[in-house]
């Protein structure tokens, strides 16, 4: 089962992996808007997969958001 935080939760648990972090609530939010981080969108709120999110930290490749069709872009 996937680990799934909203953007909050999974800043707090870099910060609780990596007292020094930079990433911050602000930066997560930023990668998804610009599909740089994939995550999936419940209502307003944003859902990022930890497993996810620490490689994409480790430098591995995200899956990039679809390009949009007919106004509306797909969520990944």
Same mark, same amino acid.
């Given at each position: 089962?996937?680990?799934?935080?909203?953007?909050?939760?999974?800043?707090?648990?870099?910060?609780?992996?990596? #007292?020094?972090?930079?990433?911050?609530?602000?930066?997560?939010?930023?990668?998804? $808007?610009? *599909?740089?981080?994939?995550? &999936?969108?419940?209502?307003?709120?944003?859902?990022?997969?930890?497993?996810?999110?620490? #490689?994409?930290?480790?430098?591995?490749?995200?899956?990039?958001?679809?390009?949009? $069709?007919? *106004?509306?872009?797909?969520? &990944?």
């Amino acid at each position: 089962m996937n680990r799934m935080r909203t953007i909050d939760q999974a800043a707090a648990y870099i910060r609780e992996r990596d #007292g020094e972090t930079a990433i911050t609530k602000t930066a997560l939010r930023r990668l998804i $808007v610009t *599909g740089r981080l994939a995550h &999936v969108q419940v209502g307003s709120k944003y859902l990022i997969d930890l497993d996810v999110l620490e #490689g994409f930290l480790r430098g591995e490749t995200a899956p990039q958001a679809a390009a949009t $069709v007919n *106004g509306i872009r797909r969520v &990944v």
